[in-house]
């Protein structure tokens, strides 16, 4: 199971899921604004419209903290995966080097890697 959900607190978006996972697995996060798809980099009122990064697993949650300050009004869309190496040892030998043991409604093929991949898209409104 890999949930996700965001919630924004005073210009930074917080990242934030539930999972099955094993503690210390690591989640690889992808957060894209609307506006990096349709504008021209140079006009981008922030650097970082798309902004990705990993966060681990604790006691069955994982969170991240993305700074929101220039960002407009927008849909956003979060994408988090699951596995992207390199993972502990622990992890390797539960899923395999590539996701091969993953099973499950969310898991996808990915040019020979197996992961599990699920979508959050919501309304940004600083």
């Not at 996808?108 to 309304?123: A, C, M, Q, R």
């Amino acid at each position: 199971m890999l949930a996700v959900e965001h919630r924004s607190e005073w210009r930074v978006l917080w990242v934030e899921g539930e999972t099955d996972l094993p503690d210390g697995a690591e989640v690889q996060y992808r957060t894209t604004h609307a506006l990096a798809r349709t504008a021209p980099t140079e006009e981008w009122p922030a650097d970082n419209l798309i902004a990705s990064g990993r966060a681990t697993v604790q006691d069955g949650t994982y969170w991240a903290q993305i700074n929101t300050l220039n960002w407009p009004r927008g849909e956003v869309q979060l994408v988090v995966q699951f596995p992207v190496p390199p993972q502990p040892a622990h992890v390797i030998s539960r899923y395999g080097d590539f996701g091969e043991h993953l099973t499950g409604e969310n898991v996808k093929d990915l040019d020979g890697l197996k992961v599990v991949e699920v979508e959050h898209v919501f309304e940004h409104t600083p």
